[in-house]
Each structure stands twice: as C-alpha cells, then as structure tokens.
C-alpha cells in the first residue's frame, strides 16, 4: 500500500492531468427527433466546430491539422446556413446558433492548451463530436418531424462522415505516425 502524505497527497488529488480532454457533450434525446431541439443542437454542433477550428488556425502549426480547420469552418458555415434555411421552410423560427456550458468548456480547454498539447488535444475532441453529430443528423434524418429539416440532416450525413474519416486518419498526438 503507497502512503501519500503532506505535500505529496495534495499534488496527487489536486494535479490536473496533462492529457485530459474535454469532448462537447452529445445533444439531447429529443433533438433526434424534435424539430426546434435538432436545429438548436445541430447549430451548437456546428459553432463549436467553426470555433475550435478558428483556435486551431491560431495556434496549430501542423499543416495537416490546419487544412482540416479551415475545412472545418467552411463546411460548418454551410451546414448551419442550410439547418437554418430547412427551418425557415419548416415555418420555424430558429435562433442565432449558441454554445452551452459543456461546448464551452472543450473551447476553453482549446484555449489554454500548450502548443504540445494542442493538436492532439482538437483532434481528440473533434472525434467524439463528430461521432455525436453523424449520429444527431442520421437519426433526425430517418426520425425526425419535419421534412425539410430532415432533408437537410441527410445532406449532413456524408458531409460528417467524410471529417470522421479524415480524423481517423490523423496522428491524435506526439508520436503518431499516421498520415493524413
């Protein structure tokens, strides 16, 4: 049995670790189904794409993860354009896309992250949030409540899955050698 005490055993309880990430949270339940839910998650899946991918253009100096954020940013710009035009056609009206609480964290982390860390920071994040957008966009696509809504998740479907396949290509840190 290790004993920790002093000093010791406040490091041990109070040392952030250095490898911690801080994925987006998944949307809720009813925006796989529920019209205004969906266009409010898909927004906020979409404005943290385009603001992780800003701080990644600021402070990536991989060039692989910099094409990727600029791709990020240009096809979020457009997935939020269509989410919002599908729900004016819905006759809804949307609000201007926001983060919650959780997004916001994954943005702060991306903030303060070392230059070390970085990369493999964002592209640690980007997974998970892809994987919860493909799954938001198929299921409002096949289940959702309104058609032009779902329309639209469909054409997001491919969109998302290309970034999935491109971060699974991607080193997720130091070390890695994959190539994109």
Partial sequence: MIKLTGLALVLALTAAPVFAQTPPPPP???AKMQAMPYVKAA???DLYEINSSQIALEKSRDPAVRKFAQMMIDHHRKTTAATIKAAQAAGLSPMAPALDAGATASINELQTASAADFDRLYIGQQ????????????????GGDKAPLKTSAKAAVPIVKQHLSMLQ?????KGAD???
């Fill in 28 to 30: 809720p339940a009813e």
């Fill in 43 to 45: 927004g906020m899946s």
């Fill in 169 to 173: 290509k991607m080193p997720s840190g």
């Fill in 127 to 142: 997974l998970p949030a892809h994987q919860a957008a493909l799954d938001l966009h198929q299921s409002y696509a096949s």
């Fill in 178 to 180: 994959h190539a994109m």
